[in-house]
């Protein structure tokens, strides 16, 4: 009886199967180009709800091909071949159907690895460019590209609007194929609206070099290019914003741009007191002053990279430097002339930040097996004015010359006062010093950088030459006023007691001349020679002078121990030699160089000069292999030195803080670094699903580290000194895909770096080598869902455990896990109204070194409408709903543990009104303007 019934079952199945409905279909593919039918194609129909493969088939000689049984519905079609490029769009075969039209593939050799993806949302590949239609992405009326770029499969953007793209993160966003003032992303994705965009290309962009010779040097920068509408590039459009809560707060900005064929004017001001200033760290590299850039391990393992006095050092990070109040404003200029022959780049910025600020730290110094606590109260204030300007001008001589000339300068004044107060005590809670410290500080920066390069092309097939000229000039003039009272004590009972009233100044020059020559030359089809020589001149000054009171109070008796006049020459020359092998797939690089440089340093204070050559080797390897799709794996490896800076080296004192000193030491020597890079990523458009993944790390010879000598009342002075063991390894990756049934984005990926730094301590006469070793383990997550026009939302969890371990002293290791969740979202109802939100929690484990409990929740929230015709948009905002924002930083590194609170903008409320204004054209010009 049951395999009756069995047999019955099968029956009816085969009864159903038979008389379901089927289709048989055929088509054929052709090559676009000659013209002709394709034999041998590959066609296969995938299920589009998962991208599963359903039926494949090939082309017979006449480029015929067909299916049979196929039942009626949505599929995606795919058409490959070895020698054309894919082919990806979705078909809907009807009950009726029998043909399907003809399948049009292009040739490799004209359209390199071309992946066309049409769909509800359009994606391209060419080569290795991602092309975006922007219009397939819905965003709001009114939403700038920075929104736009948060809807692209495979783009990110975080909440200071660092951009993310393909896993690597993007160092360039142009306009058009330009700069759009300057070299800053934030502005063109944060003002330009997103319906000006037709498309969005996303790229590596290969050095000037690279893209001249068409020879793969490995140097690529993750590049953006916002392709503008022809109506956009006729006529003008943008923003204007004005925000305020009727009494303390106010955030108001203006964006406007003109296009008129491929002449761009734009412009922009900013008026805050919010915290948005358009400066990150990078501007800090861009203003005249010392080599003041250092390297300090952070809470968590990772790197912190501060300015030590010199440049700008600007960071108003949730009020870390202080709460600004902000003007800044800009304009840019842009156009090709002689139909295209010519190029004029143009930006100018000029901004002026007044910000006061406040901090209290509480810190543990480790000094051999004791320590000693210091609390400090700090209040400043500081007025910045910055001003900026840029030129690239380009031409092509003729078609086998071309020239280029770059020129940046930059002016930047900072006025700023502080006062401060510390107090050290020992295990015991007795006194061991106390300091009492006002000063004030004028500083004017200058740097201008300038570049020419000529290009010239042979009549054979990649053989080139290149001349790069490099020019740059930066200075620093500092006139600051010091004065200090500080009082040391034995065992809590008081015994010495000092003051410092002087006024010090501070002149610093550097000039730099770099010029490289470049010639390559095939060997074969895919193979190259490149050899190369560099010249390089440095030379810096620096003036340094410190002034006592005279018997009229005026500042005119000069400090002798403190005063220097110093000069420091470097003169590099560096031939070098490399042999690429470049193919379609893969490409590797094997070279070296030699570099010849002599250093002198002349103290001019007191006559001495001193000589000294280095001869280093430069060895250089690099390995990338392209893999099916958008992936590839890559390696480089490389070694550089660099020279200590001047200050470092200077041999006087700096007692700016009279507890903590720091003494220049000429006897330094230049450090050398290898640097490791593997990485592997892929990313399938159709799936939506990619993985990035990497190893970096550093070995530092002759590391520029610090000795600190400790003296009785627990005042130090600093030198820097060469060392060996300094290493630092870093381990990311990031799994993201489309998570099919509930339509949402779901990405993960552990992460983990490894360090070591040496630092050196003198107490009561014995030298200790300290080695401190830093682990961190974690994993990140995000998930993120939209539905047009009704919500979206993203939730981003991150946990890590932090382990450090000191030799010298441990209490001053660390072992403790760490979390913050990120969760934003925006829901949309009643058609016309949107809430948005966003919730930060970050939580870290108590243990004996940072005992106190610093968890928070940070909720800010807005509701907005739009109203009249879309072009105006009303919200009211809420920042810091539950009044627990605070500014905290937790800190180690060899020789302490440091917990600093800081001023930071706690809640408040706004009303903002969002004008976006557009008057556009029907097509664009056909001529130059």
């Given at each position: 009886m049951p395999k009756l019934s069995a047999l019955l079952i099968a029956a009816l199945l085969l009864c159903v199967g038979a008389t379901a409905q089927t289709i048989n279909i055929s088509g054929s593919v052709a090559d676009t180009a000659e013209k002709k039918l394709i034999k041998n194609?590959?066609?296969?129909?995938?299920?589009?709800?998962?991208?599963?493969?359903?039926?494949?088939?090939?082309?017979?000689?006449?480029?015929?091909?067909?299916?049979?049984?196929?039942?009626?519905?949505?599929?995606?079609?795919?058409?490959?071949?070895?020698?054309?490029?894919?082919?990806?769009?979705?078909?809907?075969?009807?009950?009726?159907?029998?043909?399907?039209?003809?399948?049009?593939?292009?040739s490799k050799s004209k359209l390199l690895a071309e992946v066309i993806v049409k769909t509800g949302t359009p994606i391209r590949i060419k080569g290795d460019t991602t092309v975006y239609t922007a219009d397939s992405f819905k965003v709001r009326a009114g939403a700038n590209v920075e929104e736009l770029l948060k809807k692209l499969p495979g783009i990110t953007v975080d909440k200071s609007g660092k951009i993310t793209a393909m896993g690597e993160q993007v160092k360039k966003v142009l306009v058009d194929g330009e700069e759009f003032f300057g070299d800053d992303p934030g502005i063109a994705t944060k003002n330009l609206r997103a319906d000006a965009v037709k498309e969005v290309e996303v790229f590596d962009k290969k050095s000037d070099q690279a893209a001249f010779t068409g020879i793969d040097d490995g140097v690529k920068d993750k590049t953006i290019n916002l392709k503008l509408k022809d109506n956009a590039k006729r006529g003008y459009f943008g923003k204007a914003e004005a925000g305020t809560d009727f009494k303390n707060y106010y955030n108001n900005s203006v964006m406007a741009n003109a296009f008129k064929g491929k002449r761009k004017l734009a412009g922009y001001g900013i008026m805050s007191n919010t915290g948005q200033t358009n400066l990150d760290w990078q501007d800090s590299q861009n203003y005249g002053g010392s080599d003041g850039m250092n390297m300090e391990m952070m809470d968590g393992g990772g790197i912190m990279i501060f300015n030590d006095g010199g440049g700008d050092g600007d960071n108003y990070n949730?009020?870390?430097?202080?709460?600004?109040?902000?003007?800044?404003?800009?304009?840019?200029?842009?156009?090709?002339?002689?139909?295209?022959?010519?190029?004029?780049?143009?930006?100018?910025?000029?901004?002026?930040?007044?910000?006061?600020?406040?901090?209290?730290?509480?810190?543990?110094?480790?000094?051999?097996?004791?320590?000693?606590?210091?609390?400090?109260?700090?209040?400043?204030?500081?007025?910045?004015?910055?001003?900026?300007?840029?030129?690239?001008?380009?031409?092509?001589?003729?078609?086998?010359?071309?020239?280029?000339?770059?020129?940046?300068?930059?002016?930047?004044?900072?006025?700023?006062?502080?006062?401060?107060?510390?107090?050290?005590?020992?295990?015991?809670?007795?006194?061991?010093?106390?300091?009492?410290?006002?000063?004030?500080?004028?500083?004017?920066?200058?740097?201008?950088?300038?570049?020419?390069?000529?290009?010239?092309?042979?009549?054979?097939?990649?053989?080139?030459?290149?001349?790069?000229?490099?020019?740059?000039?930066?200075?620093?003039?500092?006139?600051?006023?010091?004065?200090?009272?500080?009082?040391?004590?034995?065992?809590?009972?008081?015994?010495?007691?000092?003051?410092?009233?002087?006024?010090?100044?501070?002149?610093?020059?550097?000039?730099?001349?770099?010029?490289?020559?470049?010639?390559?030359?095939?060997?074969?089809k895919d193979i190259f020679l490149s050899v190369n020589y560099n010249f390089s001149t440095i030379g810096n000054t620096n003036d340094r002078s410190s002034y006592s009171k005279d018997l009229n109070g005026k500042y005119t008796a000069i400090i002798d121990s403190l005063s220097n006049s110093y000069v420091f020459k470097q003169t590099v020359n560096r031939p070098g030699i490399s042999f690429r092998v470049a193919k379609k797939k893969y490409n590797f690089n094997i070279g070296a160089a030699i570099s010849l440089s002599h250093f002198e340093q002349e103290n001019k204070t007191t006559s001495l000069v001193r000589k000294y050559n280095y001869t280093n080797f430069f060895p250089t390897a690099s390995f990338y292999k392209k893999l099916s799709g958008y992936g590839g794996i890559r390696i480089n490896y490389n070694g550089s030195t660099k020279a200590p800076?001047?200050?470092?080296?200077?041999?006087?004192?700096?007692?700016?803080?009279?507890?903590?000193?720091?003494?220049?030491?000429?006897?330094?020597?230049?450090?050398?670094?290898?640097?490791?890079?593997?990485?592997?990523?892929?990313?399938?458009?159709?799936?939506?699903?990619?993985?990035?993944?990497?190893?970096?790390?550093?070995?530092?010879?002759?590391?520029?580290?610090?000795?600190?000598?400790?003296?009785?009342?627990?005042?130090?002075?600093?030198?820097?000194?060469?060392?060996?063991?300094?290493?630092?390894?870093?381990?990311?990756?990031?799994?993201?895909?489309?998570?099919?049934?509930?339509?949402?984005?779901?990405?993960?990926?552990?992460?983990?770096?490894?360090?070591?730094?040496?630092?050196?301590?003198?107490?009561?006469?014995?030298?200790?080598?300290?080695?401190?070793?830093?682990?961190?383990?974690?994993?990140?997550?995000?998930?993120?869902?939209?539905?047009?026009?009704?919500?979206?939302?993203?939730?981003?969890?991150?946990?890590?455990?932090?382990?450090?371990?000191?030799?010298?002293?441990?209490?001053?290791?660390?072992?403790?896990?760490?979390?913050?969740?990120?969760?934003?979202?925006?829901?949309?109802?009643?058609?016309?109204?949107r809430l948005e939100t966003e919730v930060q929690y970050q939580a870290k484990q108590k243990q004996s070194n940072f005992p106190v409990d610093n968890n928070y929740?940070?909720?800010?929230?807005?509701?907005?409408?739009?109203?009249?015709?879309?072009?105006?948009?009303?919200?009211?905002?809420?920042?810091?709903?539950?009044?627990?924002?605070?500014?905290?930083?937790?800190?180690?590194?060899?020789?302490?543990?440091?917990?600093?609170?800081?001023n930071t903008l706690k809640r408040f409320w706004m009303v903002t009104l969002t004008w976006n204004f557009a008057k556009k054209g029907t097509t664009a010009p056909k001529d130059d303007f």
């Open positions: 194609a590959v066609v296969a129909l995938l299920l589009p709800k998962d991208s599963v493969l359903y039926k494949f088939t090939r082309s017979d000689a006449e480029g015929k091909y067909s299916f049979k049984n196929i039942k009626p519905g949505s599929y995606v079609m795919m058409t490959t071949h070895p020698y054309f490029a894919d082919m990806v769009t979705d078909i809907e075969l009807k009950d009726n159907e029998t043909s399907v039209p003809v399948t049009a593939l292009t949730n009020g870390r430097g202080g709460i600004p109040k902000n003007w800044n404003g800009g304009l840019h200029y842009s156009n090709k002339f002689n139909n295209g022959k010519q190029s004029l780049n143009s930006g100018y910025k000029i901004s002026k930040v007044n910000s006061p600020s406040g901090e209290r730290s509480y810190t543990t110094n480790f000094v051999g097996d004791s320590s000693f606590t210091s609390d400090k109260i700090t209040d400043g204030f500081s007025s910045k004015l910055k001003q900026s300007l840029n030129i690239t001008f380009e031409t092509n001589i003729d078609s086998a010359n071309s020239l280029k000339f770059t020129a940046k300068g930059n002016l930047n004044n900072t006025k700023s006062n502080s006062t401060y107060n510390l107090v050290s005590r020992d295990t015991k809670s007795l006194l061991l010093n106390t300091s009492d410290r006002k000063s004030n500080s004028n500083v004017d920066n200058q740097a201008v950088n300038t570049t020419l390069l000529w290009k010239h092309k042979f009549k054979k097939i990649a053989r080139t030459l290149t001349v790069n000229m490099n020019y740059n000039f930066s200075g620093s003039k500092t006139n600051s006023h010091l004065f200090s009272e500080n009082d040391f004590y034995n065992a809590g009972v008081p015994y010495q007691q000092d003051t410092t009233d002087q006024e010090n100044i501070k002149d610093v020059k550097t000039n730099t001349f770099n010029t490289t020559l470049t010639y390559t030359e095939p060997l074969a800076s001047l200050d470092q080296l200077q041999p006087i004192t700096d007692n700016t803080d009279p507890l903590n000193q720091v003494i220049g030491n000429p006897n330094l020597k230049q450090s050398f670094t290898h640097s490791i890079n593997l990485n592997y990523s892929f990313y399938n458009v159709l799936k939506e699903k990619g993985l990035w993944s990497g190893i970096y790390g550093n070995v530092t010879q002759n590391a520029f580290v610090n000795q600190t000598t400790y003296y009785q009342g627990a005042k130090t002075t600093r030198q820097t000194v060469n060392s060996n063991g300094n290493y630092f390894f870093n381990l990311y990756s990031n799994y993201n895909f489309k998570w099919k049934k509930p339509n949402m984005n779901v990405s993960f990926g552990p992460n983990a770096s490894v360090s070591q730094n040496i630092s050196y301590i003198i107490n009561n006469g014995i030298l200790q080598r300290a080695v401190n070793q830093n682990q961190t383990y974690g994993v990140s997550a995000g998930l993120r869902k939209q539905k047009e026009n009704k919500y979206e939302f993203s939730i981003d969890p991150n946990f890590s455990w932090v382990n450090s371990k000191n030799s010298v002293n441990s209490t001053a290791s660390a072992n403790y896990w760490q979390f913050s969740l990120n969760v934003d979202a925006e829901v949309t109802f009643l058609k016309k109204f929740t940070l909720w800010n929230a807005s509701l907005k409408r739009n109203i009249y015709k879309e072009q105006l948009e009303v919200s009211v905002s809420v920042n810091d709903i539950l009044n627990q924002n605070r500014g905290y930083d937790r800190n180690f590194s060899n020789t302490q543990y440091t917990e600093t609170y800081y």
